[in-house]
């Protein structure tokens, strides 16, 4: 952890965010399962860090829907089933409907094609999401999930809602919590990712929506049937 530069509020801060990532990267990593309960205090001799800031990073990650708080163990890695992955997936759904509404509409903060920030903006996505696919194609989940993360949070910055966006990221997030209690199991997951990153990212440089919402209720189908069956199993 950083040392204090001198102010106590900004360096509470960001340990907060450092810790909440940190745990938040356990979990995505499996190291944390479901179910799994700690205490603040635990945490704090962890990460050697006093109790405030691993308190509210706990806090914010039972915001998230990552943690649930237990009043006498102190929190807990949230159990997700496969009926919560179908309804993030739906949800997940909508809100990109709902941005590719807003791109219709035109809004102002949205990339367009013709802004003289839409090249770097398109290469920095094409960029995380050459990264994922690689990584889908490979197996290799643990690179997958930052990359993933990464290209949707850009992608969805460029259709101009922040809100959305940042709803879009929160929804991955716990897609993600969910899937990889599942995906673990599994010693080879070549073959069995979603590799459809830079097909999407071309079809919207196209302004080929129709095909973009195909690529995407696609991803979304695979995804459920995915976890269905490793579920069942």
Known sequence: MPASTGNGAVTRS???????????????????????AFTV?????????????????LVDLSAQGLLEADQHRGFRVRE????????????????????????NEGRPHAVRPDDPRAAAVVAG???????????AAAGD???????????????????????????LHRLRVQTWVCAVQHL??????RGELWAGHTQLVEALIDRDNESARALIAAYNAHSLTLIERLASG
């Open 14 to 36: 960001t340990l907060r965010q450092q810790i909440a990532d940190a745990l938040r990267d356990e979990v995505l990593a499996g190291r944390l399962q479901p179910g799994q």
């Open 41 to 57: 205090k635990e945490i704090a001799e962890q990460y050697g860090v006093s109790a405030t800031p691993v308190r509210e990073a």
């Open 80 to 103: 997700y089933s496969v009926d919560d992955f179908r309804g993030m997936i739906e949800a997940r759904g909508l809100v990109i409907e709902g941005m590719f509404l807003a791109l």
């Open 125 to 135: 996505v094409r960029r995380r999401g050459e990264e994922a696919q690689r990584a």
């Open 141 to 167: 989940l643990t690179v997958l999930i930052g990359y993933d993360l990464r290209f949707w949070r850009e992608l969805g910055a460029c259709f101009g809602n922040p809100y959305l966006a940042d709803f």
């Open 184 to 189: 673990r199991r599994l010693t080879d997951l």
